[in-house]
Structures are given as C-alpha cells and as structure tokens.
C-alpha cells in the first residue's frame, strides 16, 4: 500500500489531521491498533446514556474545540456545580462546604466526548482508516518511509505518530535505530492522565441534588480522591464519576474490594441512598498498553510543560513527525492540545511537498 501521509493514531489528535488533510486534498492514510476511534477518550453507554470514562471536560478560552463543536452541530454544557460540595478527612469524617468546586466553569458534550470523535470519522472516506493494525516497526528509505502496521506495508512520504510518545518508545522499532537522545526525549514524556483510573456510578435519581450536593467530593481516605457529578444535560439517569487514588499495582490484583469500597464511600458521603447503583463501573487506563506504559503508573502530580523537544524535531528529515497531543505547546494533555497537535501538523505538511510517491517505486 501506498499513501503521501501516514498517520499512526485514531485518537482525536489523528482524527482531527486526518481531516485537515482531507480538507486540503492530501493524500493520507490512518492506522489504528484498537479496533475503536478515540484513543483516550471512551464514552460508554449504560443504562441508555452515555458516560465518559477518559476525559470530560474542556474550557473557555480554548477555540479549536470550540470551533469543532459548532461545526458539528454537538450540543455543549456547563459541568453541575450547584449546591453544597463535600469534604472527607483522613477519618472518614465528612464536611460540607469545605474547599471549592474545582471543576466549576468546565464545559462538557452532551452524549459524551465520543460524539465529537464520531463526527470527526464521518468526514473521513472508510476505506482511508484501517483499525486492528498496530504499528510495529518503520524503516527509512530515501524518499519516504516503510511502516508495517499489523498485517499491511505500507509505504509513505512521511508518518506522523499521533499517539503517546512512550506508547511509541516501548511498542514500536525503527530502522536505522533512532538516536539514544531520541528515545530518552519519547520516555521523559509523560503521559497526560495515563495512570489514571476512573469510577462511574450511575442512579434512576440524583439524590445528591436532591439533598442539596453538588456531587462534588474530595476525599483524603478514598479510595476516590475526587468525585463529581457526570450527569447527562437535562433527564436521567444520573451519574457520579471519580478519580481512583489506589496505586495502579493494588487496583489491578484487587479491582472488586476498589468498587465495593468505592460504593461505601459514596454512601458515606451522600446517603443510604446510593447504596444500590443502576451500574458502577471502573475504567482503569494504567492497564491499556496501548494508552499507559509503566512509567506512566505513577501518578502525576502537576501538569507537565509539554510541547515538543528538540530530539523529536526533524527527525529523519522530516519523515517521521510526533502530534499527539502531549507535543502540543499551549494545551498540551488536554482535548484542545490534542487539536492544537493536529493543527499545527497539518501546517507543517501543508508548506512541504504533497508530490505523490512515484510510480515505480
């Protein structure tokens, strides 16, 4: 097979290339290992709607999304805030009204991230994206590149990796090997909510609201460390989300005791009445070698300065190009990085050549 551009990645930082480059007539192709769009991000149905289980929220002030939302015609609102927030201390003691609604002001999709990952793969031909095919090995040659990518060869000018950098470091191979400043530039960057893990609980009722609570909760016991309201717009059912804070190696051997712990912390925390979920679900990303390596299952405990170093820059002339959204400079690790990445690319290829590869090749 043979394509001008090859992208590595149907997270929204591959999708949203993709569509640039469509837009400007290129010639591209998209490889994906999952056999599902969206990378980090996963809204999953249950009980009728659907619930994110990576990232939920983006913010003003941050225009590609924005932009991306009104354009596909997706419905956007402000995450639940209204009421009383809680506090639970090291005893398991819980207080209202202590601290703020961190998340406050953040927007959400209705129906979930997802869509807008969806929308992205309508605009794109179908037979242009290609998933259960992981990249596994690039090879130079003088005028491009030679990927294999599960079962297929595929030949490019140029790739542009659109997944984790560490993902890359630790699955993919490449000949000539890259230089040792190379490797250590991929594994230095972290990446952005890897290690993460997440609960969705989900109720016929937001008995938080009705007993005048936010759903915002920040613990010091656990096992969730940060709790809020996942609610869908207007309707039910409702739902709560929180961020795991047990060790990814003890969640993993004892993921069980985590939800049922985590099922009476909620009860600690709004009532009896959360005692008996509609579905209560944990989505652990440490374990997704495809997302996490095990570097990344350490919590991080600041948001990186991201962007992209300069072993990364130019390598192999240009060939081979890192847009994820960790290389983005401004919004780096979130979804408006990952746009920002796309954008940014798409530039770059837009002032190179877009001469096809020859026909004897």
Not at 51 to 72: C, N, V
Not at 199 to 216: L, N, T
Not at 241 to 261: C, I, M, T, W
Not at 281 to 308: I, S
């Amino acid at each position: 097979m043979k394509t001008d551009i090859l992208i590595v990645g149907a997270g929204l930082a591959g999708l949203a290339l993709a569509d640039l480059l469509e837009q400007q007539g290129r010639d591209w192709m998209l490889v994906e290992a999952l056999e599902r769009p969206g990378g980090r991000i996963l809204s999953h149905e249950l009980v009728g709607e659907n619930f994110d289980l990576g990232p939920a929220w983006f913010w003003p002030g941050q225009p590609r999304i924005e932009a991306a939302t009104s354009r596909f015609g997706l419905t956007v609102f402000e995450q639940y805030s209204q009421g009383a927030l809680l506090f639970q201390d090291q005893s398991g003691e819980v207080q209202a009204n202590r601290g703020y609604a961190s998340m406050q002001g953040s927007l959400r999709i209705s129906g979930g991230v997802g869509h807008l990952v969806e929308a992205y793969l309508k605009e794109l031909p179908e037979e242009r994206v290609l998933f259960h095919s992981p990249l596994v090995h690039v090879e130079e040659e003088s005028d491009g590149i030679v990927a294999k990518a599960g079962n297929q060869l595929i030949k490019a000018r140029r790739i542009v990796l659109a997944v984790p950098p560490r993902v890359i470091a630790e699955s993919v191979t490449f000949s000539p090997a890259l230089p040792d400043a190379v490797g250590e530039a991929l594994t230095a960057i972290p990446t952005w909510m890897a290690g993460q893990a997440k609960i969705v609980a989900v109720y016929d009722r937001p008995y938080w609201r009705d007993a005048g609570y936010s759903g915002d909760a920040m613990s010091m016991c656990g096992p969730m460390v940060e709790i809020h309201d996942a609610s869908p717009v207007e309707g039910g059912p409702y739902g709560l989300f929180g961020f795991v804070g047990v060790a990814a190696s003890v969640r993993a051997e004892h993921a069980d005791q985590v939800l049922d712990y985590a099922l009476q912390q909620l009860v600690a925390l709004f009532g009896p009445e959360m005692a008996n979920p509609k579905a209560l679900l944990m989505r652990d990303w440490a374990q997704e070698p495809r997302t996490a390596t095990e570097r990344d299952k350490a919590p991080l405990r600041f948001h990186p300065a991201y962007g992209l170093p300069p072993p990364l820059r130019d390598l192999w002339s240009g060939k081979v190009i890192f847009g994820s959204t960790e290389t983005a400079r401004t919004f780096g690790g979130f979804l408006e990085g990952a746009l920002e990445a796309a954008e940014t690319v798409a530039g770059e290829l837009a002032a190179a050549p877009a001469d096809k590869l020859a026909a004897n090749l």
